[in-house]
Structures are given as C-alpha cells and as structure tokens.
C-alpha cells in the first residue's frame, strides 16, 4: 500500500508545498493567460500531476495513471450523468417549443424591464441554473431580455451577474454532491451549510440587478418587490437544501421567488420610469440620476424600460397570446422533476431504490492517508446506478416526454443535440477530476492543505478566495470544488476550524467567480453579439465580484467565530 508524506522534499513543507502546486499554476497559466482550451489546458495540468507525483512523492507510476482513471469515471458517473440528463429535458422543451411559450409567460409577468431582469435573469435563470448549468443560464436569459428590449451590453451585464447565488446548487445540486463525495463529508451537512450561506447572496443580488438597469432611481421604485424576491429566494434555498433536497434546491428557490416576487407586483404600486429610452450610442439614458452601476461598459447606456415586446430601437413585436393549456404544458417538465425526487425521498421508495447502489473498492488502486495511515475513501467507487441523481432526472425526461406526447424520435434527437453540445464539458471535466485525484491520493493536496494552514486566523477569510480563483479561471463551481474541496478540507482540520464550513466556504465564494470566468465572458458576448466586447464585460463586472467576495468572505469568518457561529448549528 502507498502511504504519501506530506514533506517528501527535504522534509520541507514548504518547498514541498511549491511542487504540489505546479499542476495547478500549469493549469491556471494556460487556461487563464495563454487562453488555451480547458480539455488541453486540464490535460497538461494531470501529466504534471503525475510527474510530479512519481518523481516527487515516490507513487507508482500504474497507481498514479489508476488513481486518474477513477477520477475521470467519476468525472462522467455521477457527475456528467447528472447534467447530461438535467439539460436533456431542458433540450426537449427548446425543441417542441414549450420552451418559448415559457419565455413567453416570463415576459408577461411585467412590462417593467427593472423588474424584468429580475424576473427573467434571476428566477428563471436559477431555474435554467437548476437544470442545466454550464453558461445555459447566462446564454439563454442575455437573449431573453433582449428580446424584451434590453440593449445587448445589459442584457449580458445583468445576466452575468444574475448567475451567482444558485451556482452552487446548479445541475441539480453537481457542485455540491462533488464536495461531498471528494471529501468524505455527509452531504447533508455540505449541503446545509452551504445552504447558510449564499442566501445571503441570494438575498442581495436582485436589488442590485434593478441597480444596474436604473440605477439610484430603480432602487428607490422598485426595491422593495426586488427585495422581497431576493429574501424569498433565500428562504426557500436555505429551508430547501436544509431540510428537503439538495437536488430541488434551486427549482424549489426559483419557483418560491417568482411567485413571490408577483403577488408584490400586483399589491404595490410601482411608478414607471419617466425619462425617454436612451439609444445604444448615448453616455446613459436615465440621466444624472443613474449612478456607477447604470452605465454601460462601452457603447450601451440605455434601460430602454419600454413594454415587454418593444424594442428601444427595434419597433414593436406582435403580440402571441399562448392557452392555459400550453402555459401549463411549458411548466409540466418541472412539476414533473419535483414529483420525482420528491417522491424518491419516501423512506420505502428511498430504500428500495438503494438496492440499486453497488459500492467496491477500486482494483489495483491501495493508497492510504498521510495522515491516519488508513485506507484513502476516495478510493472507493459507488456505482449507484439506481437512486443517482442523473438516473431520477432520466426517469423525468421519459416521463415529460410521455406526458408532452413527444415522439420517441424527438426525445433521441434531442439527446443526441445534448451530448454533442456538452462534448467540450464531458471531456474537460474528466479530465479534470482526474487530476483532482491524482493530486489528492498521491498527497499534493494534503501537503497544499497543511501548509495553507499556516495562515491560522486568516484561514477562513481567505476560504472563499480559493474558491473564486477556482471558478474564475475554470468557469465551473464543480470543477473548483474538485480541485480545491480536500484542500479546504485538509487544511480546516489542522487549523482547528469545521471542515464543513470551509468546504462550503470554497463552493459559496465560487460561486461569485463565475461572472469573471472567460467561459461566462465568452458565452455572453456570443449571445449578444458582443463578440470581441469581452474585456468591456469583464470590467463591468468585475468590482461587484470582488465586493460580493469580501461579503462572503466576512460572513464566513464570521461563521467560525462566536459571532456568528450559531449558523452552523443544527
């Protein structure tokens, strides 16, 4: 059995610290400097990960390459099997055009495009978060609002920073159930602790959508229903991930906040904008009165607040009255998802569905703890096959499909568009779970951990900047979390702090990474036809990252003091 050392060169850790982490400066260099591909640039990345664990931490050259090999399958079971089959029935909808009759009743909820960014990128794209990930939600809520007159530089702007609060609960609950499988940790308490802390983002970022189309003005008409949205959201995600489903906690959120966020629109009055649309050429349309966050990034200044189906500059658009019935079908998928999982939760359902879970250790693979000397968990596969995630979200899209009458020739179809558009994902993110294993079970993420521990008070400050980095230069909170959960993990336990909460401190800080990434940058320009503008965009964004990071940031610290720490309890 190979047991790695934490200090294997020269018994320092921290030179040995600065070797374990070449795989991650190779990484994070090519993907976030050179700009190469993310599949090529994770690539590299795990052959310097198994170089440096064969010459340096003295691991055989068969365990290394094994250890990669079952972090690639877990890369595609559960995790791919989960998004593949969650974008699956989002693909169906696009494809019968339910999809756009949902659009449709978004935008008519109001002809106010404060409220609309709101309601478009920050209810449905949580929705859209929920089911699909991976820049769906910044692609289809950019177009979305432009269709309702937003000028394309804000579309992308409030999009991108739409998508933060419900990341970590995204694709069904992917990042979190990465965390908790990579570390060991009970998901329940990831989830929970996750769930006490980016509602608090949830809470905040809806008044600062309504900031950035109106500035100053649209806080003081429409806070409150902005406000209202954002706290419903964030009680239905905290009771959610707490005590019902990790995997329904952004659909449950989404649904809570868009309801609630109606019933105040039509109990309170909410004066409309006064000033004229402002064109795409002008320095900002609402005047003085606008403030920092309502101007563009470039040529884009306008709120263009007109009705929904009007343009700025783009005329009116006929308006497509859809039946209750079709209203209603464009929702079934999602009724559908919830009865499923809710109904998986049964005790007699949740156990007959366990039978289905086959739990081995993985040949050949005999590594121990640095630490503890036991047998590493990661170690062990679970092929549970059964009660998967991705398998309940497959049972969802047979079932949407029978109860929609789609033909079984459409729903293939639509699963064939689905993997050929989620290639690229697959393959970057196998490859990059296989270098989260090979650095966790040769030891260079425990020596990471253990010398990053050394930063003692300031540990679970800076918790959620590793998280951010990780999203930003991956533009996946999965993918920051299998690079960096054990090393949370790792070092909270030789600090003294509970693992729990900087594990989840690295998925909740990631999440405000994800408005920086060059993926979301790049998928949003696409969108808008912003293509080369990505600088612009990043520019827009980036101050309000950093400010929501060192929100976290505080809040997290906060949590592991007496302050706050009463969060964290049960």
């Known amino acids: 059995m190979f047991q790695p050392v934490l200090d294997p060169l020269a018994g320092s850790l921290g030179w040995s610290s600065l070797v374990a982490a070449l795989p991650l400066v190779v990484f994070f260099v090519l993907l976030g400097v050179l700009r190469v591909q993310a599949w090529l640039s994770a690539l590299a990345a795990l052959a310097s990960a198994v170089l440096v664990a064969v010459a340096a931490y003295g691991m055989p050259v068969g365990q290394s390459l094994n250890s990669a090999v079952l972090g690639a399958l877990f890369g595609l079971f559960p995790i791919m099997w989960i998004v593949v089959n969650a974008l699956w029935v989002y693909q169906m909808t696009v494809d019968t ?12 909820l109001s002809d106010d495009q404060r409220l609309q960014a709101v309601i478009v990128a920050f209810c449905f794209g949580a929705l859209l978060e929920a089911l699909a990930g991976f820049g769906a939600p910044v692609a289809i809520s950019s177009v979305m609002l432009i269709a309702l007159g937003f000028q394309p530089f804000k579309a992308a702007t409030v999009s991108l920073v739409a998508n933060t609060a419900p990341v970590a609960f995204g694709a069904m609950g992917t990042p979190v159930i990465t965390l908790s499988e990579l570390t060991g940790l009970p998901l329940e308490d990831v989830s929970a602790t996750v769930g006490r802390q980016t509602p608090l983002l949830a809470a905040v970022v809806p008044v600062l959508l309504v900031f950035l189309v109106d500035g100053r003005r649209g806080l003081r008409q429409t806070w409150w229903p902005a406000l209202a949205c954002g706290l419903s959201f964030a009680v239905a995600q905290f009771v959610t991930s707490n005590y019902l489903s990790v995997q329904l906690t952004d659909v449950v959120a989404a649904l809570v906040s868009v309801g609630v966020l109606v019933l105040v629109m039509r109990t309170t009055n909410i004066p409309a904008p006064a000033h004229a649309p402002a064109s795409a050429e002008d320095g900002g ?53 919830i009865v499923v999982f809710a109904v998986s939760q049964i005790p007699p359902v ?31 596969f679970n092929f549970n096959w059964l009660p998967a995630t991705g398998t309940m979200l497959l049972l969802s899209g047979l079932l949407t499909a029978a109860l929609l009458v789609i033909s079984p020739r459409v729903a293939v179809r639509s699963y064939g568009r689905t993997l050929h558009q989620l290639r690229w994902a697959i393959l970057t993110v196998a490859t990059v779970l296989a270098l989260a294993y090979v650095m966790n079970l040769s030891g260079q993420t425990s020596t990471i951990g253990h010398f990053i521990a050394g930063a003692g008070p300031a ?32 070092a909270a336990k030789n600090s003294g702090y509970a ?14 990474g994800k408005m920086l990434s060059p993926q979301n940058l790049a998928i ?6 912003l293509g080369g503008r990505e600088p612009e965009l990043l520019r827009k964004v980036v101050g309000w990252s950093l400010a929501l990071l060192l929100l976290m940031c505080v809040l997290v610290f906060l949590q592991s003091t007496s302050v706050l720490g009463w969060m964290l309890l049960s």
């Not at 007959?352 to 036991?374: M, Q, R, Y």
């Not at 949003?524 to 036809?529: E, H, I, L, N, S």
């Open 97 to 108: 055009g339910h999809f756009e009759t949902l659009r449709r009743s978004f935008g008519k």
């Open 285 to 337: 349309g609402a005047g003085s009165d606008d403030g920092p966050g309502s101007g563009s990034g470039g040529t884009d200044a306008g709120t263009g607040t007109g009705s929904a189906g009007t343009g700025t500059d783009t005329g009116t658009v006929t308006e497509v009255r859809d039946s209750r019935r079709a209203a209603l079908n464009a929702y079934l998928p999602y009724a559908v998802i």
């Open 350 to 380: 949740k156990a007959v569905l366990e039978k289905g879970a086959v739990l081995f250790d993985w040949p050949g693979l005999d590594v121990a703890d640095p630490v503890t000397g036991k047998p590493a968990a990661s170690t062990v």
């Open 459 to 490: 540990l679970a400050f800076l918790s959620p900047v590793l998280g951010w980095l990780g999203v930003a230069v991956t533009g996946s909170d999965t993918s920051a979390n299998a690079l960096f959960g054990i090393l949370q993990v790792t």
């Open 499 to 512: 693992p729990e909460l900087l594990a989840a401190a690295n998925s909740s800080g990631g999440v405000l």
């Open 524 to 529: 949003a320009a696409a969108a808008t036809g």
